[in-house]
């Protein structure tokens, strides 16, 4: 634990200081000279004769004041709070396709690490969005729930692989339909992206998807990864990555997987989105991040979290004191003889 927030304020106390000093000094000799000029040279003498001259304490107690004031500013802190923050989140699921013709490598390395870098930059920059993770083969299943944290989001990410689900095949629909499920609760216009080569083996049920997009208000961005050409799916490689054979289908010909940009586009028009093809992670990044404003925002608290108690008042409250005592410390006249007990003979 770091006993202040903000320590650096301590490296402003110094100069502070010094200019304080300075203000004083300078200060005296302006005063002494403005009454020498006034009243003539043994003036301030004879005005102050009678006072008792400055305590060197209530000096003192000023550059405390001031002391204090930035160690206030520099945020001692010590104890813990759990602390829940509020704030209007619009809703999004991210839906990504983790089937074998995501291995293919007509997009370096591959396209799935395509995807997941542009995720990562993404989800960092996506700061009012409440976020979930589905993975999709033929079948969809929630990876990550809806939800703010980053973290949580981001290993997710790192952790999607092509055939990690224990079913083969694409559908479209799937990921659709359990985007729609997971985004209900939320009222207004929510976002599912759709992250796919857009190869599909269930064409039958994309009307029912779509119908179940436009239903729930969810708009559906779908960037497409992969090229028209299309390329081989590897199916075996070695430790080094080399690829050992290809992918065949049940008659023992070669798979050549390629993008399928007409389903992707119908399916976003249908739901009030927008089809992006897939260019760089950064500049497909930019596009999702313009694509999805105007979404509907709903109140809600994020995660709990443990903080330092701040205790600046404690600082606080002691340069208030120091600067009453230097506000109030006695300036009166000098006691006479008399009042010592001595008799002026």
Not at 85 to 93: I, K
Not at 185 to 202: C, N, S
Not at 270 to 293: D, F, M, N, W
Request: aromatic share 10%; net charge positive; proline share 5%.
């Amino acid at each position: 634990m770091e006993l202040f927030a903000h320590p650096f304020y301590f490296v402003y106390f110094l100069p502070a200081a010094g200019l304080t000093a300075l203000v004083f000094w300078a200060g005296g000799k302006l005063k002494r000279r403005a009454i020498h000029f006034l009243f003539g040279p043994q003036a301030y003498q004879k005005l102050t004769q009678n006072l008792r001259p400055a305590a060197k304490w209530r000096t003192a107690l000023f550059f405390l004041a001031e002391f204090f004031l930035f160690a206030a500013l520099a945020g001692p802190q010590w104890g813990t709070e759990i602390i829940e923050a509020q704030g209007a989140f619009a809703q999004t699921v991210i839906a990504v396709d983790v089937s074998a013709s995501m291995r293919a490598r007509d997009l370096r390395p591959d396209r799935l690490d395509n995807a997941k870098n542009m995720l990562r930059m993404l989800v960092s920059s996506l700061k009012e969005e409440r976020i979930g993770i589905i993975a999709f083969t033929s079948q969809a299943f929630v990876q990550c729930p809806i939800t703010t944290d980053e973290d949580a989001l981001q290993y997710f990410i790192s952790a999607l692989q092509p055939n990690m689900l224990p079913v083969n095949g694409t559908s479209l629909a799937a990921p659709v339909s359990l985007a729609a499920r997971m985004l209900s609760k939320y009222p207004g216009q929510k976002a599912l992206i759709l992250l796919t080569d857009g190869e599909d083996h269930q064409p039958k049920d994309l009307e029912q998807a779509k119908q179940t997009a436009a239903q729930h208000g969810v708009r559906i961005i779908a960037i497409g990864i992969g090229t028209k050409e299309g390329t081989l799916i590897p199916d075996e490689t070695d430790s080094a990555g080399n690829i050992l054979s290809y992918k065949k289908d049940r008659q023992g010909n070669t798979v050549v997987s390629k993008l399928d940009e007409k389903t992707l586009a119908e399916l976003a028009q249908a739901s009030g989105g927008v089809y992006i093809s897939y260019t760089t992670p950064a500049q497909v990044a930019a596009k999702v991040e313009e694509s999805l404003r105007g979404l509907d925002k709903t109140l809600s608290s994020s995660v709990k979290r443990a903080a330092y108690k701040n205790r600046y008042q404690i600082p606080l409250l002691l340069a208030m004191f120091c600067l009453t005592g230097y506000l109030l410390w006695p300036r009166g006249r000098k006691p006479q003889d008399g009042q010592n007990g001595k008799k002026e003979i």
